[in-house]
T-cell receptor, first 115, second 113 residues
Framework: EAQVTQNPRYLITVTGKKLTVTCSQNMNHEYMSWYRQDPGLGLRQIYYSMNVEVTDKGDVPEGYKVSRKEKRNFPLILESPSPNQTSLYFCASSLGLLSSYNEQFFGPGTRLTVL | AQSVTQLGSHVSVSEGALVLLRCNYS??????LFWYVQYPNQGLQLLLKYTTGATLVKGINGFEAEFKKSETSFHLTKPSAHMSDAAEYFCAVSLTGGFKTIFGAGTRLFVKA
């Protein structure tokens, strides 16, 4: 089954404790992206990757890191989480944004709480 | 710069009534436009999209949207609401050849019996 998976689905942590949220897709998509969803703000893009070893900042990259060492994986790293990073996080992938097939496929989400 | 505005954070309709969710965008170049739906505790899934060609786009579950360049709008409609349509709906825009997608703040649709 074609899908985007994220782990963990739920995470409660404390300020300053490094964490990684994993994202994996099995559709051989070139493009992957991370979003955070907050009430009243919709989805805001954190980082995106056009291919292996190619990443760029979205609209809200502060406090986050990403890497793309393999095509299928795009982990999101919070080196020193803070309470304002409490949010619902979504990973998404797409065949590529230079074609007309711009549909993004979303993972199930990771609800992160930073105390 | 691109932006997306969804009018109304909450919309309530009766079952069987017309659904109209409004979306306006700003873009300096022809955009790609999308509507995504998010059911409770799930990720987003594509409802429909406009890239080029016919301006009236039909999607899943009986939804459709019309791209009106002169009004910079991409409103979502469904002739008759069903209880299962209750969800949050997001309008989004990306640029041809670009790598970023901008989402609206979302509209939560309530359907009353």
């Amino acid at each position: 089954e074609a899908q985007v998976t994220q782990n963990p689905r739920y995470l409660i942590t404390v300020t300053g404790k490094k964490l990684t949220v994993t994202c994996s897709q099995n559709m051989n998509h070139e493009y992957m992206s991370w979003y955070r969803q907050d009430p009243g703000l919709g989805l805001r893009q954190i980082y995106y990757s056009m291919n292996v070893e190619v990443t760029d900042k979205g609209d809200v990259p502060e406090g986050y890191k990403v890497s793309r060492k393999e095509k299928r994986n795009f982990p999101l790293i919070l080196e020193s989480p803070s309470p304002n990073q409490t949010s619902l996080y979504f990973c998404a992938s797409s065949l590529g944004l230079l074609s007309s097939y711009n549909e993004q496929f979303f993972g199930p989400g990771t609800r992160l709480t930073v105390l | 710069a691109q932006s997306v505005t969804q009018l109304g954070s909450h919309v309530s309709v009766s079952e069987g009534a017309l659904v109209l969710l409004r979306c306006n965008y700003s873009s300096s170049v022809p955009p790609y436009l999308f509507w995504y739906v998010q059911y409770p505790n799930q990720g987003l899934q594509l409802l429909l999209k406009y890239t080029t060609g016919a301006t009236l786009v039909k999607g899943i579950n009986g939804f459709e949207a019309e791209f009106k360049k002169s009004e910079t709008s991409f409103h979502l409609t469904k002739p008759s609401a069903h209880m299962s349509d209750a969800a949050e709906y997001f309008c989004a825009v990306s640029l041809t050849g670009g790598f970023k997608t901008i989402f609206g703040a979302g509209t939560r649709l309530f359907v009353k019996a």
